[in-house]
């Protein structure tokens, strides 16, 4: 058990390292020239510099050292929490982030938390009708839910919800009511996918012999339903909770964008317009330590849910 | 009055908006504390009926005329309310496959618990009252037993649990739904004894669903013969076997070898008196130790096998037997190179393969071929029959698209296929069909060696029959030789020259089939074969 525990935690960290890497790869393969950014960050013309100038500065920005050495140099830094100075605003990026963290997180959490109940509960229901026309409705219902962009139904429930109807504000972050059309928009579809993955997994479920055996005890469908097939069905889809919280971490960059709130995600596309790379950095660094560690969370939690795998000794030939 | 009473019953499946009948015409009674058997091939209706009696038909099923009374309630288009309240108090079942009729996630003692409660039982009368059933069930060690989750159990452990949650429920009549088919034959014998035991003392009907005639004459007061939704023969056992009304049950009589022969197991082949042709394998001290990792007692070494000698001479049949983890099947992979062996050698048409690696065992794959168990998981559900045929000659670049197509047809000739299945899909196919493909498939790089391993033990009786002629003739047309894993001895019995009895991991007796099976040395093979059912049509 021990041995399963560090090897899930080394493999979340390579994981890391090579999430990582591979973005400081690709944002350093860009065709830009950090020099210029940095300069007009400073709000310093480059032609008013002299070659002398310009070199010292360079060496400032620690742009004059080989790629190999700034990898190294940004490496050691994240490990220790640094993430270096935002290329066009003049600060640290950890501070930065630290500002517009709280907003995307309580949306994030708020997403995942609605997705998870009423993604649950559309699958109960579409297993548990028996009505024919309805349960084929809510069977189908979650393949609509996936299949609509977010920025859509973002749009649609302003035009709804706020120009219409007038009931909850369009853009902002202020209040609980700023947050219910992103939470809305993000849950719509992450419920969605919880839902098609779960009533799936309750169709198998309730066609597995010991449901007839529950059954043929005269416990009631209810309670067939909720404790004989929900914890078998839900293990099959606890392997896609983890890209669900995902998801709603990254469906941040769009929502907060479209509903203008101060977040991290709107933080991460004024950055890649903008091309400051260590925010960019910073912030896929981040979202991929999210995704890491709900999935590490998931696979430690998965061997206390099934008992098949936390009872049985495990065999190797010698 | 009865206890059961089931007149004039039809019951169908929709099947894209029409009905398919499924049970035709039904009357069946069953009497207070009387034990009646239905018997039958897969198809027959046997289940339907026993699914429809305590009113758990899937949700496709439907009951279109004649009435169930059970205990006086009609249950034919009852309403699920009517229905819970026979289930479980006045109906118990004890499904199919115990490997999966318990709730994995469940601790064993939860699931009796829920049937205990269900009576009405509250507080601390509930733990006492599951001891009490899983004693009454024969199951050791209760207290333990209690507190484990159902795959820590093995398959007869289970089905005993399964006994203890019918029991729970205090049942008038409990339906067997091929109680013990999954499991081994000595397991089998034990738990049905003590079921028969139990319900004698306790006054409970009992109705045993199963395809075996030979379980059924041994443990009904009275049997039922069906076949495709049909009643064709009913009476008491000794009646049913020795004067049958039907065809039918004359068939099923000749295919269970044990009641053919009186009760005896005749070995069809008597090699005692001849000598052995060379060896196209030899298994000389074969050894596998397996380190098992568990969480609560540590790490221990387990033997697998233990210094396992089998030889299977040319154009033979050598028989492995034994019960569910006694080896057989690991014998069988290190005869065929999928897995190395720790200690011994084995030697396949000359050639010693132990320590061989994967590259240096391919040319050697083309002389030995397996056969699996299961029909319906054997071939891929997307290929059609001559892409599944043909892709060993695929794999070893042999001949081109037209000689493989010809070869297929030969092959399909060869397993008594007609040339139209090449474009079916399995799901198109019977399971005697899809064994018989299997078969074809093995034989598609002329390999010298057949691997068996239970190669009929999921067919029903009559099929079993045909693929087990179909075997015994490719054998003496192609010369082939035979390695037979199966737990079934009158299988065994009917198809196999020499055996091989297993029990934990070593070989308790060898030798020609004529000679084990009529004078077994070891207490071991004496309890196999007394435990092979039929031994009541003797007397």
């Known amino acids: 058990m021990i041995r399963y525990l560090v090897g899930r935690v080394v493999q979340a960290a390579a994981v890391l390292w090579a999430a990582f ?64 100075d935002s290329l066009t605003q003049q600060v640290p990026v950890t501070d930065l982030i630290g500002a517009r963290i709280g907003p995307t997180l309580l949306l994030s959490v708020c997403a995942a938390v609605v997705s998870l109940v009423a993604g649950s509960a559309l699958a109960y229901l579409a297993t548990f009708v028996r009505r024919n026309p309805v349960r084929i409705v809510l069977t189908r219902l979650p393949a609509l839910g996936a299949s609509f962009p977010q920025f859509f139904i973002a749009l649609f429930l302003i035009q709804f919800l706020s120009f219409q109807l007038g009931w909850l504000p369009a853009t902002g972050t202020q209040g609980a009511q700023s947050l219910i059309m992103p939470v809305l928009t993000i849950s719509v579809v992450t419920s969605s996918v919880l839902a098609q993955v779960l009533i799936k997994s309750f169709d198998q479920t309730l066609s597995q012999p010991y449901v007839v055996t529950a059954r043929a005890k005269g416990l009631s469908r209810t309670a067939v339903h909720l404790k004989h097939a929900f914890r078998n069905a839900a293990l099959p889809a606890m392997t896609i909770l983890g890209v669900i919280v995902g998801l709603t971490v990254t469906s941040s960059i769009v929502v907060e964008t479209v509903f203008t709130r101060e977040g991290v995600g709107k933080l991460a596309q004024e950055a890649v317009l903008a091309q400051d790379v260590p925010v960019v950095l910073a912030v896929v660094t981040l979202a991929a330590t999210v995704f890491v560690t709900v999935n590490l969370i998931v696979d430690l939690l998965y061997p206390l849910l099934d008992p098949r795998i936390s009872h049985t000794p495990e065999v190797v030939p010698v | 009055m009865s206890l059961v009473e089931i007149s004039g019953l039809n019951v169908g499946y929709v099947r894209h908006r029409h009905i398919q009948p499924a049970v035709t015409g039904l009357d069946l009674t069953v009497g207070q504390g009387e034990v009646v058997a239905i018997v039958g091939e897969s198809g027959s209706g046997k289940t339907t009926t026993g699914n429809a009696l305590i009113g758990l038909l899937p949700s496709n099923g439907r009951i279109t005329a004649g009435s169930i009374l059970v205990d006086g309630v ?13 289930r479980g108090s006045t109906i118990g079942l004890i499904p199919q496959d115990p490997m999966v009729g318990l709730n994995p996630t469940k601790r064993i003692g939860a ?15 509930v733990p006492r009252q599951v001891l009490d059933h899983l004693a009454q069930a024969g199951v050791p060690e209760p207290e333990l037993r209690a507190r484990q989750y159902p795959h820590e159990l093995s398959g007869g452990l289970r089905q005993r649990v399964l006994i203890a949650i019918a029991l729970a429920g205090r049942p008038k009549l409990i339906i067997a739904d091929e109680p013990t088919s999954a499991l081994d034959v000595t397991v089998q014998k034990r738990i049905l004894d003590h079921l028969g035991g139990l319900v004698r003392e306790q006054g409970i009907s009992l109705l045993i669903i199963t395809h075996d005639l030979a379980v059924a004459a041994d443990r009904a007061d009275r049997v039922v013969v069906m076949r ?48 052995a042709p060379d060896p196209i394998l030899t298994l000389t001290g074969v050894g596998k130790t397996f380190a098992v990792d568990d969480p609560r007692r540590g790490r221990r070494g387990f033997n697998a096998l233990e210094d396992v000698s089998v030889t299977v001479p040319r154009g033979r049949t050598h028989a492995l037997v034994g019960e569910s983890g006694c080896g057989k099947t690991t014998t069988l992979r290190i005869a065929l190179g999928l897995e190395s062996a720790t200690t011994g050698s084995v030697v396949l048409d000359g050639t010693e393969i132990s320590g061989l690696s994967w590259r240096g065992m391919r040319p050697l794959r083309r002389k030995a071929q397996l056969v699996h168990q299961d029909p319906f998981a054997t071939l891929d559900p997307k290929f059609t029959v001559r892409q599944s045929v043909t ?44 064994q018989r493909v299997a078969i074809a498939r093995a034989l598609a790089l002329e390999p010298r060696l057949l691997l068996l391993d239970e190669p009929v ?32 001895l009158s299988v065994v019995a009917e198809i196999a020259h020499t055996v091989s009895v297993m029990n934990a991991g070593r070989v308790v007796e060898q030798g020609p089939v004529a000679q084990v099976f009529s004078d077994p040395r070891s207490t071991y093979t004496r309890e196999l074969i007394d435990a092979v059912p039929g031994r009541r049509a003797a007397a």
């Open chain 2, 391 to 434: 892709e060993p000659l695929v794999s070893f670049r042999i001949g081109d698209r037209r000689s493989r197509e010809a070869r297929a047809r030969d092959l399909l000739d060869q397993v008594a296929l007609p040339a139209a299945y090449l474009d079916r899909l399995p799901a198109e196919l019977s399971g005697g069909q899809r």
């Open chain 2, 457 to 488: 033990s999921a067919l029903d009786v009559l099929v079993q029959e045909q693929i087990l002629r179909l075997l015994a003739d490719l054998q003496q047309r192609l010369g082939l030789s035979y390695l037979f894993v199966s737990h079934d």
């Open chain 2, 228 to 275: 495709q939704g049909r009643k064709v023969d009913e009476g008491d056992p000794a009646t049913i076997l020795t004067a049958p009304r039907e065809g039918y049950t004359r068939q099923l009589i000749a295919a269970a070898p044990r009641l053919a022969h009186h009760g005896q197991l005749q070995a069809h082949f008597d090699v005692r008196d001849e000598p």
């Open chain 2, 74 to 86: 009609q249950t034919a288009r009852a309403n699920e309310r009517t229905l819970r309240r026979l």
């Open chain 2, 111 to 125: 699931q009796i618990a829920e049937a205990v409660k269900l009576r009405g039982i509250g507080g601390p009368a």
């Open chain 1, 21 to 84: 890497t591979l973005t400081f790869a690709i944002l350093y393969l860009l065709p830009s020239n950090p020099m210029q950014l940095q300069l007009a960050a400073a709000g310093i013309q480059e032609d008013s510099l002299t070659p002398e100038q310009y070199a010292a500065m360079k060496h400032r920005f620690g742009l004059d050292e080989s790629i190999a050495a700034q990898y190294w140099h940004h490496l050691t830094g994240v490990l220790h929490g640094d993430f270096g």
